[in-house]
């Protein structure tokens, strides 16, 4: 009976309005809406989405408390395996994991599962939250170095475990990429991050703004005169990729990461904020993932005709399908098969244009992905004031060159094994140092599972 | 909070504080630089490290009223605290790395202009700490611009200061000095050093490479975290990409694409004009 009913549809911020301001897209449920929703999940006997799930959240019995109207029960649930739900609830790409496995999703529309975790996150933050049982204090301290998604998750597992945990962070605000990557309007820095952020130093948690370990402190300091037991490397991918194409240098050619920096961390849409940003009237964005919607969205808000312009056709984009669908009904333009071949400037060294190529898709490469390949004689030109390139990142060498004892991989990549144990005993590593750029709830899956080797390692 | 325990005018546009920074005072060298945010809704701003205390904790930087942000540092007084300073960032300079004797045979040249003067000063009293011969050439404008004499004099073997108007030492440019010493008077130098504005940094270049000297510049890019995450501070380097603040600040004059670097280096002034307005503004609002 129950998936007779049909997904509840979530309220929406309307797209004309929204594109010309930073406020939240989603509304999320209400109560009523969120209770509606919960009554389709069969609470399945052998739940596939749990296992969909990279930090295994107990799906069914959350859902069904939310059912049920307990929604502070709802909460405690998600709080058993999740330090960020209303984050999660915002950002997983739910429809590669716990929601591309409902068995709902077979034949209608699976569970909206990531939209009923917001909501119980939501609701137990405005009723006055949930606070996890914590285990004694055990005497140990470990530091956590960043706190993303990767490092509040470990040092949340931690603190929970009992022990003295010290997050090191190099910028001036704690979240790394929750609070520099990801805009306002998909995620609420004041009201969603440093709200979680403070749920994990409720438990204990210090955090250590502005320092950079690799420089400030190493990590053999911090073992060896800081009287930490154990460290977890959660500094994440930072590096932007460009294309090294000729006219990439011009003034008006930003990576993605500066760009969102400015606008997300150091809040230039904010009047009150000293910090420039150069968004133009035209704004090219490269690439094809979340951070590009981000940035195109971004651009758009500060008042920029935008334009994506992606190798590969819609169908391979790496962004979540939410993103893509948002960003087009907000205005943003999609140039797919076209790549950039150079940046063109003015007489001042400005950009004044793209000159791109068409593409076809060609024989699928290793990854099973076709790949793109370009149409000889095919160049033309998109005028514009503004090129954001949003390749991808790689990780910062920093901590990699300063550890003795720490290995690496030819992408710079730091080697851990499935627990985040690496090379160096006492040194574990997850989330985008590891892996390179990939998701914040696989990050915080890493962050997990690296608090419990740690835990081992410290206590057998 | 990062408290200012000592502040002092060098000239009336340049100011000197003594800021307590315990981790950062313990990890700085010589060639290495920080960033300071003012108040919470300041930019982040790199600023060269002109000495550092690790005993007190405590950093020196020099800054001089150029936009809003660097006049809001300006404003500060003993006493009040920053909200953020962190570092230290980039790599060491050079010579940090030689051994005792390698640095015994060398003998270098700083050429440093206006405030650029400032972060000389830790590199030639690191070297002076170690017994390198070091001369100094400081150039300013006029004589009321000229910073740090007395503390570079206390630590180099020979100082010469050249002023535009000629109102104190030479009356000329860095580069014609620093032609004199080698040309005229036989000075030897095996490693030149130049730190100033990027234009100062560019003809100091020309003339060493004229000279067959070899010069190490200190490049002061845009930066947004320091940390290599944003990439404003990219600057080709022998022909690569190269990230100023996790792989420099210091390079091989020789190198550098000046040219490119001046032009990123005005990327945002017309929002620094406007922000200088708006930041009059709030000063108006009683902020």
Known sequence: ?460 | MYKIVSKDMLTPTICRMKVEAPRLASAAQPGQFLIIRADEQGERIPLTISDYDRSAGTVTIVTQKIGASTSEICSYEEGDAFADVVGPLGIPSDFTEMSAEELASRKYVFIAGGVGTAPVYPQVKWLHERGVAVDVIIGAKTKDLIIYKEEMEAVCDNLYICTDDGSEGFKGLVTAMLEKLVNEDGKKYDQAVAIGPMIMMKFATLTCKKLELPVIVSLNTLMVDGTGMCGACRVTVGGKVRFACVEGPEFDGYLVDFDEAMRRQRMYSTEEREAIEHHTCRIGRGK
């Open chain 1, 1 to 460: 009976m129950a998936n007779k009913i049909p997904r509840v549809p979530v309220r929406e911020q309307d797209p004309k309005v929204r594109a010309t301001n930073f406020e939240e897209v989603c509304y999320g449920y209400n109560a009523e809406e969120a209770q509606l929703e919960a009554s389709r999940c069969l609470n399945c006997k052998n739940p596939r989405c749990v296992g969909a799930c990279p930090v295994s959240v107990k799906i069914p019995q959350f859902i069904s408390e939310i059912a049920a109207g307990n929604f502070a029960k709802a909460a405690e649930v998600l709080a058993e395996d999740s330090s960020l739900p209303a984050i999660c609830g915002r950002v997983c790409p739910q429809e590669s994991q716990c929601e591309g496995s409902c068995i709902l999703g077979i034949k209608s529309e699976p569970v909206a599962i990531g939209k009923l975790e917001r909501f119980a996150a939501d609701w137990s933050r405005e009723n006055g939250g949930t606070k996890p049982v914590v285990a004694p204090a055990n005497g140990h301290k470990v530091a956590v170095i960043g706190s993303g998604p990767a490092g509040l998750a470990c040092a949340y597992d931690l603190a929970k475990l009992g022990y003295d945990v010290t997050i090191f962070e190099a910028l001036h605000r704690p979240g790394g990429v929750l609070e520099y990557g990801i805009p306002e309007f998909r995620l609420p820095k004041d009201k969603i991050v440093a709200a979680e952020i403070n749920d994990v130093k409720a438990l204990g948690v210090k955090i250590e703004t502005n320092v950079i370990v690799g420089r400030t402190v190493t990590i053999d300091s911090l073992l060896d005169n800081e009287g930490f037991s154990a460290v977890f490397v959660g500094s994440g991918a930072g590096l932007p990729r460009f294309m090294n194409i000729p006219g990439e240098h011009l003034n008006g050619v930003f990576s993605a990461n500066e760009f969102l920096t400015r606008n997300n961390l150091m809040k230039a849409y904010r009047d009150d904020y000293d910090t420039p940003i150069h968004a133009g009237k035209k704004v090219v964005v490269v690439g094809g993932g979340n951070v590009a919607m981000d940035a195109a969205r971004t651009a758009l808000r500060l008042g920029a005709e935008t334009t994506i312009v992606y190798r590969r056709t819609e169908k391979e984009l790496p962004a979540r399908v939410e993103e893509v669908h948002h960003a087009k009904e907000e205005g943003i333009q999609f140039a797919m098969l076209t790549n950039p071949v150079e940046v063109l400037g003015d007489e001042n060294g400005w950009v004044r244009g793209v000159r791109c190529i068409r593409m076809e898709l060609g024989e699928p490469d290793e990854s099973g992905r076709r790949s793109p390949v370009e149409i000889p004689g095919s160049e033309f030109d998109i005028e514009t004031d503004t090129v954001i390139m949003s390749l991808g990142t790689s990780p910062n060498p920093l901590i990699a060159r300063t550890t003795a004892g720490l290995e690496t991989n030819r992408r710079g990549c730091i080697v851990a094994d499935e627990s985040g144990a690496t090379s160096r005993p006492g040194v574990f590593a997850g989330g985008d140092a590891v892996t390179g750029a990939a998701t914040v709830i696989l990050a915080m899956g890493a962050g997990r599972k690296a608090a419990e080797a740690i835990h081992k390692y410290i206590l057998g």
